[in-house]
Every structure is written in C-alpha cells, then in structure tokens.
C-alpha cells in the first residue's frame, strides 16, 4: 500500500476514534465510562505511533515524495515544517483552548467551582507546559538549521526522522503531564484543528481548480 492509501484509511481512521472519544462523557462519572475512556486515548496514541512507524518506513523509501507530501492539500503543505506540524503548536493549541474554556467558566470560578478541564490548568502544570515549550522551541531550532545535507538522501531522512521523534515526544510528554480529562480534550481539539486545516484545504484546491 502506497502512503498516500495509508494516510487517507488512517485520517478517516481517526476521525472515528475521535468521534467515539467525543461521545464519552467527561469527566467519566462510572468506572465502566472512565475505562472506555481511556481505552480510547490509548488507542489514539497508538494510531499515531502507527503513523509515524509507516511514514518512517515510506521516508526511507522514498525521502522526496514524503517531503512533497502529495497526500496532503496545498493548505496544509504550506503550514508544514520539515514534512510535518511543527511542534510547538500543540502548545499553542492547549493555551488557547485552556483560555476559552476559563473564560466561559470564569463566574464558577470565582465562586469556587472546578471543572478539571483545560481551562482548569494548575499553576504547575503551566510553569511546566512554559519548560517544555522552551525545550521544544530550541530542539525545532536545532534540526531546522541541519541546513547542509551536500544532496545526500540520507540526510534528509535522518533530519526527518528527529522531527518526527520531536513530535512524538511533545505529544507524549503534554499526555504526562495532563490529567485524564484533559488529555482527552487535548487530543481532541489537535484532531479537530488537523480536520479544519484539511477541510479548508481540500475547498480551496477545489476553487483553484475550478474557478
């Protein structure tokens, strides 16, 4: 199977996975919920490790085509970096749902009321997501200026591979450090933001191609 075929079963994949996670109330108010919910979230870690095991393999394959990402629109090729989202985004992502959620619960707050939620972000979970996001910013900077690859294919496939590992990495260590309900909410805002950006993409090609 080509990666462009894998790419479009596995985002359809995942649409579905998050759509079930979606429909599963949170936080879980029963042991039987609160299960399936993190089953769930395992299985959508999981569809991403698969993600980046396949791309890895088609990069070694075939390095241009990969970069060239012919699978995605021309919308989410121009937000790439390095043949894919940059990393930092996801802290992007968590800071801005985590402000309109407490904006839309800031009266229960000041009465004392707590949801869990990413708008319910402890101060030590935001001193830590500021470290991270430093540490990740410095490593995106390292790999981009790996500028010198002399034509060698296998340099671009390793450059790859470091991004790649990099937002593996982010995802994981934002899953570490987010309480089960809000990684649920993280997972799902990313998934929510990757169909938006796809769907904008596929619309404007269309336009472009039919003008």
Same mark, same amino acid.
């Given at each position: 199977?080509?990666?462009?075929?894998?790419?479009?079963?596995?985002?359809?994949? /995942?649409?579905?996975?998050?759509?079930?996670?979606?429909? +599963?109330?949170?936080?879980?108010?029963?042991?039987?919920?609160?299960?399936?919910?993190?089953?769930?979230? $395992?299985?959508?870690?999981?569809?991403?490790?698969?993600?980046?095991?396949?791309?890895?393999?088609?990069?070694?394959?075939?390095?241009?085509? +990969?970069? %060239?990402?012919?699978?995605?629109?021309?919308?989410?090729?121009?937000?790439?970096?390095?043949?894919?989202?940059?990393?930092?985004?996801?802290?992007?992502?968590?800071?801005?749902?985590?402000?309109?959620?407490?904006?839309?619960? +800031?009266?229960?707050?000041?009465?004392?009321?707590?949801?869990?939620? !990413?708008? =319910?972000?402890?101060? =030590?979970?935001? %001193?830590?997501?500021?470290? !991270? $996001?430093?540490?990740?910013?410095?490593?995106?900077?390292?790999?981009?200026?790996?500028?010198?690859?002399?034509?060698?294919?296998?340099? /671009?496939?390793?450059?790859?591979?470091?991004?790649?590992?990099?937002?593996?990495?982010?995802?994981?260590? !934002?899953?570490?450090?987010?309480?089960?309900? $809000?990684?649920?909410?993280?997972?799902?805002?990313?998934?929510?933001? $990757?169909?938006?950006?796809?769907?904008?993409?596929?619309?404007?090609?269309?336009?472009?191609?039919?003008?």
């Amino acid at each position: 199977m080509s990666f462009q075929r894998f790419y479009q079963t596995w985002f359809d994949q /995942l649409k579905d996975m998050v759509r079930q996670l979606n429909q +599963v109330p949170g936080p879980a108010i029963s042991d039987q919920q609160h299960e399936l919910h993190q089953q769930l979230v $395992q299985k959508i870690m999981s569809h991403y490790y698969e993600y980046y095991r396949v791309k890895s393999l088609a990069a070694k394959n075939d390095i241009l085509s +990969v970069f %060239a990402a012919p699978w995605s629109t021309s919308l989410e090729r121009s937000l790439h970096w390095i043949a894919g989202w940059r990393p930092t985004t996801a802290y992007h992502l968590i800071y801005t749902e985590s402000s309109i959620l407490f904006e839309s619960h +800031v009266i229960d707050i000041l009465r004392g009321l707590r949801y869990g939620d !990413l708008g =319910d972000l402890s101060p =030590d979970q935001l %001193a830590r997501f500021s470290e !991270l $996001q430093c540490e990740t910013d410095g490593a995106s900077e390292i790999i981009g200026l790996t500028g010198d690859i002399d034509g060698k294919m296998e340099k /671009l496939v390793e450059i790859l591979d470091k991004a790649d590992k990099l937002r593996m990495k982010t995802i994981e260590n !934002l899953v570490e450090l987010l309480t089960p309900q $809000q990684t649920a909410e993280f997972l799902i805002a990313s998934a929510h933001l $990757q169909f938006g950006i796809r769907r904008w993409g596929i619309n404007h090609d269309r336009q472009r191609e039919n003008p």
